[in-house]
């Protein structure tokens, strides 16, 4: 019998995971998918290691199933596909980790307490990681699940990139910059040693671009600075997110206009970003297709943003080497690509048009001062990984 890890993308309206048999040691990524919609009209979809769909299941509008029973049923499904196979582990995406997880953990009930005080910090993230290792510790208390975080890979950070120009007392209650999407970058740091051990020991910009999107400065596969902070707001314009915003602005939406907090969360986490600023769709392919002006005016504000963050991440590293675009929209969006690009030509950064308009891996030009290469990135894959490594460390206490 062959053994097998689960990853689980555990948030508020769907859950995203993967099967993992590990063969050779190694995760090798058997079928996968998504609970959509959930708290609406769940609907679940499983693809195999192809791609193919080989299950899928609709529930009711309106059906309004907790996580534990989609997680149920879910689990159900796992255990008579993967028959020939044992479960050894479930790791977890949970987003944040706080000031004390630098790497991934085995959660026990001190561990799961220590990781909802960190509720406050990602109230809308958080407690949905959380209720999905609680629905998998009632189903099966003995399996080993491993909390993988989206902060850890900043643990590398300098202070000074952590900081906020807070009174000081305001850090010591948690209040700094922790950073966000650590899974994707910590998978493309390692698939760039892999595919370009030169660049991966230098200096890179990578850029998570989909609904939610950050860059990340990372030198020699460890991160300098990062465009998210304290929340996943900060940074990038988003799909509707602002990105970052003057403080004033929330302080006049307060005062002058009595807006409450939970309205300006709306305000700041649902209504704007992309979806804001062009009046018509928070998705980037819609955009594109409309001819209305302001649509045009949302992906511009987009792109000036993205390159004025990266200009400010190059200078946290002293220089570029190499750009990384990862993600939706980094994966499969050349117009964007190209126009990124374009306000980074100071760099000595020329994009390859043909090999940019077919997403290829590399689409700089042979004498780019700077490479540029897309990466698809796959946080169930590092989830696998750290899971197995927690594992095998534990395993081997003493090598
Ligand atoms: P999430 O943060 O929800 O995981 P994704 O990484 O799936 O988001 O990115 C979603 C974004 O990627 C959307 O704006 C979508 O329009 C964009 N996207 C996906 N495929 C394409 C494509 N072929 N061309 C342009 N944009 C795309």
Redesign the pocket.
């Known amino acids: 019998m062959s053994q097998a890890i689960i990853s689980l993308n555990s948030g508020s309206s769907s859950i995203k995971f993967g099967l993992f048999s590990l063969e050779g040691g190694v995760p090798v990524h058997a079928a996968g998918g998504k609970l959509e919609k959930i708290g609406i009209a769940p609907q679940l979809t499983i693809r195999d290691g192809e791609g193919s769909i080989i299950a899928e299941k609709e529930w009711p509008q309106g059906a309004s199933l907790t996580h534990q029973a989609l997680l149920d049923d879910l689990y159900d499904w796992a255990g008579s596909h993967l028959a020939g196979h044992e479960i050894i582990a479930v790791g977890h995406r949970v987003v944040h980790g706080g000031a004390d997880f630098a790497a991934p953990v085995r959660v026990d009930a001190a561990i799961l307490a220590r990781l909802e005080a960190l509720c406050p910090l990602a109230p809308l993230h958080q407690p949905h990681n959380l209720a999905a290792i609680r629905a998998i510790a009632a189903l099966s208390p003995d399996l080993p699940q491993i909390a993988c975080f989206d902060t850890a890979f900043h643990h590398a950070m300098e202070p000074v990139a952590t900081r906020l120009a807070l009174p000081r007392a305001m850090s010591d209650r948690g209040i700094r910059r922790y950073g966000f999407h650590g899974l994707s970058y910590d998978y493309i740091a390692r698939r760039l040693r892999e595919i370009d051990p030169e660049l991966a020991s230098g200096r890179v910009i990578a850029g998570h671009l989909?609904?939610?999107a950050s860059l990340c400065a990372i030198h020699a596969g460890r991160s300098v600075d990062t465009t998210m902070g304290f929340t996943a707001l900060d940074g990038l314009m988003m799909?509707t997110r602002s990105g970052a915003l003057d403080p004033g602005v929330v302080i006049h939406l307060m005062k002058q206009e009595g807006m409450s907090a939970d309205e300006i969360e709306t305000l700041l986490y649902r209504e704007s970003g992309l979806l804001g600023v062009s009046g018509i769709s928070?998705?980037?392919?819609t955009l594109?297709e409309s001819d209305d002006p302001r649509a045009a005016e949302a992906i511009a504000l987009f792109v000036w943003r993205a390159a004025r963050e990266a200009g400010a991440l190059i200078s946290a590293m002293g220089g570029i080497d190499g750009i990384v675009f990862t993600?939706?929209?980094g994966e499969?969006?050349p117009v964007i690509r190209a126009a990124i690009a374009a306000r980074l030509a100071w760099t000595g950064l020329e994009i390859d048009e043909a090999a940019n308009r077919a997403n290829a891996p590399l689409i700089s030009t042979p004498d780019s001062r700077v490479t540029a290469r897309v990466i698809p990135t796959d946080e169930e894959r590092m989830i696998a990984l750290h899971t197995l490594a927690t594992l095998q460390a534990e395993a081997t206490p003493w090598a």
């Open positions: 989909g609904n939610g799909g928070s998705d980037m392919r594109h993600a939706g929209i499969n969006d």
